[in-house]
């Protein structure tokens, strides 16, 4: 699992690296109602499994064993993902929000930070072993593809963190953690867009060694890549690859990954205990929004295991289309 240096969020940014950052917000789950509102969450999540294969379709082509495959890998998670985790989401949604009343404590949001984590991990575990499959049926010309796409990926993240000053970066990371917070609790005040910008000055910019951190981790994996079909133990590398990122850190830098963290946890915690009454009650409606939204969703099992539906296209399809 990898977030960027500043925010404990995944990457914002153009291009490949801000359509990855989307998905993975929205096929979390949690992270996805940070982002979006009311019943759009019920569609976005009723709609992943297009959007998973276009994330995958993202990186390399499929052929047509190959998208079939995939199709079936989305369609199996998505409906454990369904059954099993969206009721931890609700739950997650009602134990925040029952700690959100004033004085909200940093230690209570790192815990509620970890079940976050826990749930990411748990989706990574329960898709590794399928998702190894279908890289152990890349060509060798696809796998040149997919690293030629990261290579990409890196240079856009590159110039979003690394290419301009650090009062710049500054400046978009406060933008848009101020963004963010307005989405859960309405605008904020002068004041609180200030206690923002003090409590975020804190952070260390990591960004150039988050850069170079991912950049090993990618090396790594292309190592795995090489020998994916001679190697019994492949499925099992690839898992720990996903799960154990943080194997790539150097004490000093997790360090201050971790310092980075507490700083994140103690900034939410007092914006939130600086809320107005109207700000508090717009945080409370959201997130009891957000935890009826996933027990609709359990509920609802229309969206499970979808058959294409008479005149849909497929990605496949598009493609040949656009190449005729």
Known sequence: MQFPPQTGTPPAGSGRACRKAWFRLAVT?????????????????????????????DY??????QEEQAR?????????????QLPRYAALMRTVLGGISPPVEADFLAERYAEVVELWDDLLRQVAPDFAGLLQSLSDEQVEDLFG?????????EEDYSGISREERRAKQDKAVIKAFRRFTGRLSPEQEVL??????????????WIRRREAWQMQFRVLMTGRNADPLFAERITDLLLNPNQFDSPGYRKLVLENQQSS?????????SLSPKQAEHLRNQLDTYARDFDALVRDRTGQARDQAPGQTSNREIRDDEAA
């Open 60 to 65: 390399f082509d499929l052929d047509r064993a």
């Open 72 to 84: 079936q890998m989305i369609g199996r998670t998505i409906s454990w993902h369904r059954e099993t």
């Open 196 to 209: 923002v910008r003090t409590r975020t000055a804190r952070f260390h910019d990591l960004s150039a060694d």
């Open 265 to 273: 946890f103690a900034l939410v915690a007092a914006v939130i205990s």
């Open 149 to 157: 796409n990261l290579a990409d990926e890196n240079r856009e993240l």
């Open 29 to 57: 789950g949690v992270v996805a109602a940070a982002m979006l509102g009311g019943c759009v969450v019920r569609v976005v999540y009723n709609q992943l499994d297009w959007l998973a294969l276009w994330y995958v379709e």
